[in-house]
Nanobody
């Protein structure tokens, strides 16, 4: 079992930055593909970004390319999401997820989920 705990959410003005962290316990994340998803009010949970086991490969949804950066520190068992140039449409609950199968970034098939952290971007 893997437990994931997100932190770093909050309220920020448009154009600002936030850095989310996802701390894992119960298993080393070096054997897991990691991802971030988000769910805005009244909408489905959507893929944001994913990172391969090694950290070499990443994938992003088009709307965050050039603004968000995913990274991982396997030694600290933590994954990060640096969010810059935030927009009001980025407002959502952000979830960290872990995937046992595969080695490359993925948009689906995640086995473990965190509880989420709220990100609110004011205009």
């Amino acid at each position: 079992q893997v437990q994931l705990e997100e932190s770093g959410g909050g309220l920020v003005q448009a154009g600002g930055s936030l850095r989310l962290a996802c701390a894992a316990s119960g298993r080393t994340i070096s054997m897991l593909v990691m991802g971030w998803f988000r769910q805005a009010p009244g909408k489905e949970r959507d893929f944001v970004t994913s990172i391969s086991r090694s950290g070499v490969n990443t994938d992003y949804t088009n709307s965050v390319k050039g603004r968000f950066t995913i990274s991982r520190d396997n030694a600290k068992n933590t994954v990060y999401l640096q969010m810059n140039s935030l927009k009001p449409e980025d407002t959502a609950v952000y979830y960290c997820a872990a995937k046992s199968a595969g080695v490359l970034p993925a948009k689906s098939g995640y086995d473990y989920w965190g509880q989420g952290t709220q990100v609110t971007v004011s205009s």
